[in-house]
């Protein structure tokens, strides 16, 4: 079993909807949840940052993480095409200088005009 | 937030040479990462790059097949050696300023093995 399960997709979707991107993980010492995002040729990029359970928002995205179900998602209000990129979930355990991180496979979102 | 310039940007190579990727970062940084990326893969770790110590490799990455540098707090470079099919893939830079868990990435170096 991977540490970190995302479902690949491709996600297609109209503009304006509503976007769910979601993953689950097994370790339950992670305390550090992180949703990046990358363009094609380009490198990852961070969207969001969370640490432990909880909803966090900023603008458009809303991450939200529930550790008793080890479950993270990420939700896109009002997808526009400029979103239609690959979405990696990330996570890492916490407590003391830097901890290696674990990618999910990530998830790649289309939003059509 | 850190800006990290990566080049090659993307390179053919035959089947038994070696490619060297050089990352600069335009401040001073922690810690320096090394990932590769496969399609239908998650991100995978291969090592990190410490300034005046050698690099820490991940299981499954050697320092003969990967050998890395990083001479100063802004540039490290990684070596891919002995080119064979199955490195083919995108390698990405990474680095955390002040040690927090938050990465920064370039845009990456695909590499193609013929």
């Known amino acids: 079993q991977k540490e970190v399960e995302q479902d690949p997709g491709p996600l297609s979707v109209p503009e304006g909807a509503i976007v769910s991107l979601n993953c689950t993980y097994s370790?339950?010492?992670?305390?550090?949840f992180m949703w990046y995002r990358q363009y094609s040729r380009k490198g990852p990029e961070l969207l969001m940052y969370?640490?432990?359970?909880g909803n966090k928002e900023d603008g458009r995205f809303t991450a939200q993480v529930d550790k008793s179900s080890k479950y993270i998602s990420l939700f896109i209000r009002d997808s526009q095409p400029s979103d239609s990129a690959t979405y990696l979930c990330a996570m890492s355990e916490g407590s003391g200088g830097y901890q290696k991180v674990t990618f999910g496979t990530g998830t790649k979102l289309q939003v059509i005009p | 937030s850190a800006v990290i310039s990566q080049k090659p940007s993307r390179d053919i190579c035959q089947r038994g040479t070696s490619l060297t990727i050089q990352c600069q970062v335009d401040s001073q940084v922690t810690m320096m990462f090394w990932y590769r990326q496969q399609p239908g893969q998650s991100l995978t770790l291969i090592a990190t790059?410490?300034?005046?110590?050698?690099?820490?490799?991940e299981s499954g990455f050697v320092i003969d097949k990967f050998p890395i540098s990083r001479p100063n707090l802004t540039f490290s470079t990684l070596t891919v050696s002995n080119l064979s099919p199955e490195d083919s893939s995108i390698y990405l830079c990474?680095?955390?300023?002040?040690?927090?868990?938050?990465?920064?990435f370039g845009a990456g170096s695909r590499l193609t093995v013929l």
């Open positions: 969370t640490y432990s359970s």
């Open positions: 370790n339950s010492a992670f305390q550090y």
């Open positions: 790059a410490n300034q005046g110590s050698e690099a820490t490799y």
């Open positions: 990474s680095a955390t300023v002040s040690g927090a868990n938050v990465l920064t």
